[in-house]
């Protein structure tokens, strides 16, 4: 059955998935049942259509999250449902275009589109419009059943599809501010950004402190200060120029307080009390696709209205679990070193992730030629660098700004590094000639990142860069889901709260913690014994009352 639903009081073609339950709701559904009859239905919904609805084998749909949380509270009846989400199947075809349905409707099956938007739709058209919608997204299934490679649908209801139905439990159960502190904290920094004005103005004047060209007649016309100039040649206020010679006079340290708190109240602090619904949670809205303005290349997932994967640390005492239950976290070790060692098969990286070792300070040692027991922090922490430079496809130039050596030093760190680790190198070389060939990389599920001639063609080097990069960064992600869907089978009652990187973010009842513990142990070993993978899989558990004060529970 193929379904489509328009709402009113949001642009479903703009905001996608970014359903405000209290903002939006349904005014008409376009239905398609197995046996190829088309109908429009306007609210309030027979309970005859819903359950035509709930009973049919499989729906097909376009951004599923969005029509889905749109028929209503109880969505039990998808989880013995095949949910068949044509935009994520479009993001399977090609990661790299839009997966906006109209876009699609072009670019794929070569249609003439009347309405790019709903809100270009007049009333008397929102049949037409809605229908339409049904017979593009009927198509294009019917496209990727015979062009979709039969791997990619195996990931799909592997992968994409039970983790699509985790996160509409998870934007529907939200996630919970404290109010009363959000308040203080909004409050205070008010008052923290108004004494640094006025300080501030204290030494150079009444300016307008968010005006480039007033700050450079102040401290370059009348403080004579040496200011940085940009490839225009004009004179630079940046955060970089500051931190230059932000010694030179006491005021360029207050400037630049200023701008850390005028940053944190517009970014972070004022914006999130638009998304704070009545009953105190923020529902944002998780990206499995790369929507414009929003989304990855890489399976890595990301989120929007709000960022919650952004967050800082400050920011995250915000977050609390409701009264009876806790925040329980858990974050993957070093997952970016383990599959390059997992893939690479180096022998003596194999071993010294076996025996738990500091991988960092294990490679220090090799990269510095030095016993373990004498490898200095500053000589870790350089090494990590090098490790993450070279995964994520960085540069000696890179690591030289970062680190303050010079280009030279850090040449012979990423060739030291290279030089310790022959396999690796291999692998890094075999994966950018292979994804050349091939025109994409696989990643650990068969996700494909593809890199088609003209990218090549137009920089070699960056290509080269993010094709291993798309390697390490696509099996992570799929990696994580994988693992999350895996344990939730697991689970009763588990409700995702958000997830960042490499981390999920649960909301659980208090005397669960040690079961569910557990589990995920079983979880790990039993994903780690399906893949065949040849390090450990290994993480922190954390567990808290809010999100910034997570304790680690058990290091393993």
């Not at 029509?67 to 790299?96: C, H, P, Q, S, V």
């Not at 919970?176 to 308040?183: A, F, I, R």
């Not at 650990?444 to 990142?449: A, E, G, N």
């Amino acid at each position: 059955m193929v379904i489509d639903i328009e709402s009113q009081g949001m642009d479903i073609e703009e905001w996608g998935a970014s359903l405000h339950i209290d903002r939006g709701f349904p005014i008409g559904i376009g239905v398609k049942d197995d046996e190829e009859n088309i109908g429009f239905y306007y609210a309030p919904f027979s309970g005859e259509l819903i359950k035509k609805i709930q009973d049919s084998d499989s729906l097909v749909v376009h951004n599923a999250k969005f029509d889905i949380r749109m028929l209503g509270k109880n969505k039990n009846f998808l989880y013995n449902k095949n949910i068949i989400d044509t935009a994520l199947l479009a993001y399977l075809y090609d990661e790299t275009t839009s997966h906006r349905l109209k876009k699609l409707a072009k670019s794929i099956l070569k249609c003439d589109v009347e309405f790019n938007s709903y809100k270009d739709v007049p009333p008397q058209d929102l049949e037409k419009y809605c229908l339409k919608d049904i017979d593009y997204t009927d198509k294009l299934f019917k496209f990727f059943i015979n062009n979709l490679h039969s791997s990619l649908w195996e990931l799909y209801y592997k992968i994409d599809e039970p983790f699509l139905k985790i996160l509409i439990g998870c934007e529907d159960r939200g996630i919970l501010v404290d109010q009363e502190k959000y308040l203080k904290m909004k409050v205070d920094l008010l008052k923290k950004r108004e004494e640094i004005t006025c300080s501030i103005k204290n030494l150079i004047g009444d300016i307008n402190l968010n005006s480039p060209k007033q700050l450079v007649d102040v401290l370059y016309t009348q403080l004579n200060m040496k200011l940085k100039k940009t490839k225009k040649k004009n004179f630079s206020v940046s955060e970089d120029s500051l931190e230059s010679i932000k010694d030179e006079h006491p005021v360029i340290g207050l400037i630049l307080e200023y701008r850390k708190q005028e940053k944190l109240l517009n970014t972070f602090i004022s914006p999130l009390s638009t998304y704070i619904q009545s009953d105190g949670r923020v529902r944002a809205n998780f990206h499995q696709t790369s929507v414009e303005g929003h989304g990855t290349v890489t399976a890595r997932l990301s989120c929007s209205r709000p960022n919650l994967q952004n967050q800082p640390k400050f920011v995250r005492e915000l977050f609390v679990p409701e009264k009876g239950k806790i925040f329980w976290d858990v974050d993957l070790s070093q997952i970016e070193v383990r599959i390059p060692a997992h893939y690479s098969e180096d022998q003596e990286l194999v071993k010294a992730i076996k025996e738990g070792k500091d991988i960092h300070t294990w490679i220090a040692s090799r990269i510095y030629n030095k016993e373990e027991k004498d490898i200095l922090e500053s000589e870790r922490d350089i090494s990590k660098m090098v490790v993450f430079l070279i995964l994520y496809g960085g540069q000696e130039f890179t690591l030289a700004k970062r680190t303050g050596l010079s280009v030279e030093d850090s040449v012979y760190l990423i060739q030291s590094f290279f030089n310790s680790f022959p396999m690796l190198e291999e692998l890094i070389q075999k994966v950018r000639q292979t994804a050349k060939e091939r025109g994409y990389v696989k990643n650990l599920f068969k996700r494909r990142r593809h890199f088609p001639p003209e990218v090549w063609e137009k920089d070699s080097s960056k290509t080269d860069r993010q094709a291993f990069n798309s390697l390490i960064q696509s099996s992570a992600g799929d990696l994580l889901k994988y693992l999350c869907i895996t344990f939730f089978k697991k689970t009763k009652n588990s409700c995702l709260v958000n997830t960042v990187h490499d981390e999920l973010l649960l909301e659980i009842e208090e005397d669960c913690v040690e079961e569910y513990s557990c589990l995920w142990k079983e979880t790990l070993k039993e994903v780690e014994e399906e893949l065949n993978f040849k390090v450990p899989l290994e993480s922190k558990i954390k567990i808290g009352k809010d999100w910034k004060n997570l304790k680690v529970l058990d290091k393993k």
